[in-house]
């Protein structure tokens, strides 16, 4: 990412950083380095800019939300990222978590299928210089079977089961984090492959807009 020149959200980002998200329990110092990085205030309209390092989720437009900064943070941690990952994103919005991750792994793979979102966050990842990020406008809930396996896959909304073809695309080893559950409220899934078959773990609950497309609920 481009370095930011007379940046007046420093000050804010490094304060969501300490007491938002560290003093919650997220301890990575990469994924407290990336949160303090990625300028979210860019991710949101000019009239939010002042709400953008703030405890809660705000609207992007089509019914969609940046999610709040500590769930962020925290669905970040869970993946256990290296920069030799190669990560998959379902539900690109606004791009904001898609900018972290690339902060944190070689390549992502992100996938939008409302295309004025899709839009609006290529066009963000070329001003800020993201050149990790590759994105598509399609049904996430399929995944992308051509770039198959990934080392981690995340989910940014909820689905009512987990899609076969994401538990299909994971690589060896390979960590999947998505919110199941009903359309009001979600678990937050971390989900493991292994040598030994597939384990899941739950990381409390959650809340975030519908899962839309053939393997989650339908529009």
């Not at 990412?1 to 969501?16: F, H, I, T, V």
């Not at 969609?64 to 925290?74: K, L, R």
């Not at 791009?95 to 066009?123: D, H, M, N, P």
Request: proline share 5%; net charge neutral.
């Amino acid at each position: 990412m481009k370095p930011l020149k007379n940046d007046p959200y420093a000050g804010r980002r490094k304060q969501m950083v300490r007491t938002q998200i560290q003093a919650r329990g997220v301890s990575d110092p990469k994924v407290l380095e990336a949160m303090d990085t990625v300028p979210r205030h860019l991710f949101v309209s000019e009239a939010l800019h002042d709400q953008a390092y703030q405890d809660f989720p705000l609207p992007i437009g089509e019914g969609q939300t940046i999610s709040q900064p500590y769930i962020v943070a925290e669905m970040t941690q869970a993946l256990n990222l290296t920069k030799e990952d190669r990560v998959l994103e379902i539900g690109t919005g606004c791009g904001y978590q898609t900018a972290v991750l690339a902060q944190l792994a070689y390549k992502v793979y992100t996938i939008e299928r409302i295309r004025s979102l899709f839009i609006g966050a290529r066009r963000i990842f070329d001003e800020l210089g993201f050149h990790n990020i590759v994105a598509r406008c399609a049904d996430g809930t399929l995944g992308w079977q051509d770039e198959a396996p990934f080392d981690a896959i995340i989910v940014t909304a909820g689905a009512p089961i987990t899609p076969k073809a994401l538990i299909s695309q994971l690589a060896m080893g390979g960590r999947l984090i998505i919110p199941v559950g009903d359309q009001s409220v979600q678990s937050l899934k971390k989900i493991v492959r292994d040598e030994n078959g597939i384990h899941e773990s739950d990381l409390g609950a959650c809340r975030f807009v519908k899962l839309v497309g053939e393997q989650g609920w339908r529009d």
